[in-house]
């Protein structure tokens, strides 16, 4: 229990639970609810920009391309320009985020940090 079932506070907690929110310990509680496993570098056979990771799968590549270091992104803007649905998106930053590629900033702004 999140807190007290009579608390005023709690009771956002308790909606949440209801809904079927799930607790996060630590990154792997994310990635397990996503399905997703880590997985090591891949090497690419091309690539899009000299200032771009080599080791970037082709989907993460689009991905990393619609962003910039100083030009924070939405995540609706990234999968508009990378022509992906949002939710294949929000994985790939994930995944480009764990890696230390890129940034979440605050308002779900997206920035390269390499």
Do not use: W
Request: proline share 8%.
């Amino acid at each position: 229990m999140p807190g007290p079932i009579t608390t005023p506070t709690s009771q956002g907690t308790h909606h949440l639970l209801k809904q079927g929110a799930k607790l996060v310990t630590s990154v792997e509680d994310i990635l397990e609810e996503l399905r997703l496993t880590p997985q090591p570098a891949r090497p690419r056979t091309t690539r899009v920009s000299a200032h771009e990771p080599a080791e970037l799968a082709e989907e993460e590549q689009r991905v990393f391309a619609c962003l910039s270091h100083d030009e924070p992104r939405y995540i609706d803007t990234i999968a508009a320009e990378s022509g992906m649905a949002a939710s294949d998106v929000a994985a790939l930053l994930l995944q480009l985020e764990l890696r230390h590629l890129i940034q979440q900033l605050p308002g779900k702004q997206f920035i390269r940090t390499r």
